[in-house]
């Protein structure tokens, strides 16, 4: 028989056949071929495979899903000499095909809404077909990268490109077993790269260079200069496809995967490394923070937090790119329902608020960690957010219980990051915490009065200064839910939790007023009142 005729995998072809349909189907099935190999298959040439397999490089087509089945199963079974130049020779082409294969296609892409030709979505059976693709080829790369470890330093990047494609669950492509398989060769990968320090830099260069950069030049932000830094006076960049065009984003519409790659290469990065790539960093970074949909803003957000949690304050200042992301960031606190969706808004406001503080903080660090002297920068920055995000938003969002719980959870958030100079807000923020506890309906929202009490919480901790002169507006609130909350017929657990929460904070209102006689004769007319406050004033 001769070596380049498939004959010796038949068998195990034929049965991935059968596999293919069944994945089509509907029915349960492993992503790969889980049946025990003949001894005169598990024999045959590597170079043989390789020869066979690299005909094959469509990855829609079904003969290549059965070669990489068929393909896996030999390798799990088969017994190959690495040391073999001929076998290090195939497994190197079997690498390059098999990452060909499996890297993310536009299958998965966003169509540009006004595109020219319009591509029909995969069918759930093709979908299927597909993820299996995925998986079997990881397993089929991480034989071949057991045998021999090597051939994958000759082009580290791409391989490592490949990998990061599946390290995030959210994406369409990803499932668990191909997140769980990335992952776990993406390691040894790294470990093989950084036993040489000048390989893990060059990973790092060519990842970003090679991979990331060229599919995004043609949408390239005006607010920036070649070398990433703000620039002075911005000008529009020169007329160009529309962003409605798949031609202008390729990143987007045609190879979505690569912001994986791209949030992958972040969480890599050192402070080192990030000063180093700066230029190649921040266009990309950038442009997906800046995009027109709410999701790819989300990922700008998530893409902004792993970057901040290495990128030394000092090289924001310099690049004047601390005041360029805020700028960029601060509209999106009033993305609210009904302008847009609350499925999409509420996610996009909690990223937003983080990055926001996470930025802030990054910009202005403490000169010493426990310092009593706050940054007037921080300050004023923090006010602008509160301001602009929180008080603002408020005035829009009317009774969206979803939005105003995270607006509560992310002013108790803000207010610890102000301190004492939180107590500016207080006129503002106390009707507000005061409105939502004494609503008749407030009990409907067990979530959202426990926000609303955490925001309490912190601004009597922090503002505990000024707790005398605004006792009015807290002990309404608190009085009042806990009289809603005795007066229902029925207390589930999670109003139980609220009670809680309620005789906590008052406990900590009572301890800031105890000694002031006129407060304790206040109290003691309050206590009168109601006898509902019995228990209320026994903790």
């Known amino acids: 028989m001769a070596e380049g005729t498939s004959h010796g995998l038949d068998p195990l072809l034929s049965k991935a056949k059968t596999h293919i349909r069944e994945i089509r189907l509907g029915k349960p099935h492993w992503a ?17 495979l390789s020869k066979q397999c690299c005909q094959n490089v469509d990855s829609k087509s079904d003969e290549a899903h059965e070669y990489i089945l068929a393909g896996e199963a030999y390798l799990r079974n088969a017994e190959i000499d690495p040391s073999v130049q001929e076998n290090q020779i195939a497994i190197t082409q079997l690498r390059d095909w098999i990452i060909n294969l499996i890297s993310p296609s536009n299958v998965f892409a966003q169509e540009a809404p006004h595109a020219a030709e319009s591509t029909p979505l995969a069918s759930t059976s093709e979908v299927a077909g597909i993820l299996s693709i995925k998986v079997t080829g990881l397993y089929f790369l991480s034989h071949l990268q057991c045998l021999y470890p090597s051939a994958f330093s000759q082009d580290p990047a791409n ?25 776990l060769m993406l390691s040894k990968h790294l470990a093989f790269i950084k036993t040489n320090p000048k390989d893990f830099d060059t990973l790092i260069a060519d990842l970003l260079l090679d991979n990331i950069k060229p599919l995004f030049l043609k949408s390239r932000s005006s ?7 703000k620039a002075i ?15 202008s984003k390729p990143w987007k519409f045609e190879s979505p995967h690569i912001v994986t790659v791209l949030q992958w290469t972040l969480s890599q990065l050192d402070a080192g490394l990030v000063e180093k790539h700066w230029p190649l960093i921040i266009p990309p970074l950038l442009t997906i923070l800046d995009d027109v949909s709410v999701a790819y803003k989300i990922r700008g957000c998530q893409l902004l937090d792993i970057l901040l949690t290495v990128t030394p304050s000092s090289l924001l200042e310099r690049s004047g790119l601390g005041e360029v992301f805020h700028n960029t960031l601060l509209p999106y606190l009033l993305y609210l329902p009904t302008l847009t ?16 503080i996470t930025l802030t903080q990054s910009r202005f660090p403490a000169s010493f960690p426990r310092s009593s002297t706050a940054n007037p920068q921080k300050i004023q920055t923090l006010s602008a957010i509160f301001r602009y995000g929180i008080l603002k938003s408020h005035t829009h969002i009317g009774e969206n219980v979803r939005v105003c719980e995270l607006l509560m959870r992310k002013s108790a958030n803000l207010v610890p990051a102000m301190g004492i100079h ?10 507000i915490i005061t409105g939502t506890l004494t609503s008749p309906f407030a009990t409907a929202a067990p979530t959202l009065l426990m926000a ?9 901790v922090n503002g505990w200064p000024r707790v005398r002169a605004h006792r009015g507006e807290m002990l309404e609130g608190l009085v009042t839910c806990w009289i809603r909350i005795a007066d229902e017929d029925e207390i589930g657990e999670d109003l139980c939790r609220v009670k809680a929460e309620v005789a906590e904070v008052w406990r900590a209102v009572v301890e800031i007023l105890k000694g002031d006689e006129e407060v304790e004769a206040e109290m003691r007319m309050l206590r009168e009142c109601d006898n509902r406050l019995e228990t209320l004033f026994a903790v």
């Open 223 to 229: 607010l920036l200069t070649s070398q990433a830094r």
């Open 233 to 247: 006076s911005p000008l529009p960049g020169p007329a160009g496809p529309s962003d409605f065009e798949s031609g």
């Open 32 to 48: 790969t071929l889980g049946v025990d190999v003949d001894k005169d298959i598990r024999e045959r040439n590597l170079i043989s």
């Open 422 to 431: 939180s107590v500016k807000h207080l006129k503002d923020i106390l009707p």
């Open 341 to 356: 969706p609350e499925e999409e808004s509420l996610p996009l406001l909690n990223a937003t608020y983080n990055t926001l």
């Open 452 to 460: 609303t009490l955490g925001c309490l919480k912190a601004v009597i």
């Open 159 to 183: 391989l490592a490109a490949c990998l990061a494609s599946f390290t995030d669950l959210q994406n369409p492509w990803t499932n668990e077993e191909s997140f769980r398989l990335a992952r």
